[in-house]
T-cell receptor
Framework: GIQVEQSPPDLILQEGANSTLRCNFS?????LQWFHQNPWGQLINLFY???GTKQNGRLSATTVATERYSLLYISSSQTTDSGVYFC???????????FGTGTKLQVIP | DGGITQSPKYLFRKEGQNVTLSCEQN?????MYWYRQDPGQGLRLIYY???????QKGDIAEGYSVSREKKESFPLTVTSAQKNPTAFYLC??????????????FGEGSRLTVL
């Protein structure tokens, strides 16, 4: 099956700093999503982005499907951005979604 | 409000007992999914269903069972055959666009602890 890897696995930022999280996938995909899992475990939808670039406030995402990667940009980070960020891809076939390994982000004041 | 409701949020059970986790959605989504998450790990697919009365095994289906008698409901039973049932269980749903999965939405999860 498809492999989905995220980097870096762990990231510590000072509040106000910018960061880029990466998601690599091993095969072509029909769509890609980014999620933020907060400390209570809830998964919050950030972007549904099969290709191209989208922006939502301080966050933006870019997916280059032909090169099999996606990037999540966080600007002016805040402590509330802490948590784990997952990408998830739909590679078709059995119509199931595969999650990446996650990036654990800690933003310190 | 539209969304996905999981219950219970916390559940404690003795080893050897079957437990059933509830998942209900009012989003009119075709597909529903169950994922398992262990501490510090990612999400792994247990079962998914694209249509009523049909479901497919995911990557870690052993020791679990599901049913899909109504479009809105997709309960998961953790049986006594599951060797390590203590985990965080997440239910999700999505629209299907033919062969493609639409945006995935999640419930708040159920934490199962087996004593």
């Amino acid at each position: 099956g498809i492999q989905v890897e995220q980097s870096p696995p762990d990231l510590i930022l000072q509040e106000g700093a910018n960061s880029t999280l990466r998601c690599n996938f091993s095969d072509s995909v029909n769509n890609l999503q980014w999620f933020h899992q907060n400390p209570w475990g809830q998964l919050i939808n950030l972007f549904y982005i099969p290709s191209g670039t989208k922006q939502n406030g301080r966050l933006s995402a870019t997916t280059v499907a032909t090169e099999r990667y996606s990037l999540l940009y966080i600007s002016s980070s805040q402590t509330t951005d802490s948590g784990v960020y997952f990408c998830a891809v739909d590679s078709g076939g059995y119509q199931k979604v595969t999650f990446g390994t996650g990036t654990k982000l800690q933003v310190i004041p | 409000d539209g969304g996905i409701t999981q219950s219970p949020k916390y559940l404690f059970r003795k080893e050897g007992q079957n437990v059933t986790l509830s998942c209900e959605q009012n989003l009119n989504h075709d597909a529903m999914y169950w994922y398992r998450q262990d501490p510090g790990q990612g999400l792994r697919l247990i079962y998914y269903s694209q249509i009523v009365n049909d479901f497919q095994k995911g990557d870690i289906a052993e020791g679990y069972s599901v049913s899909r008698e109504k479009k809105e409901s997709f309960p998961l039973t953790v049986t006594s055959a599951q060797k390590n049932p203590t985990a965080f269980y997440l239910c999700a749903s999505s629209i299907l666009f033919g062969a493609f999965t639409g945006e995935l939405f999640f419930g708040e999860g159920s934490r199962l602890t087996v004593l």
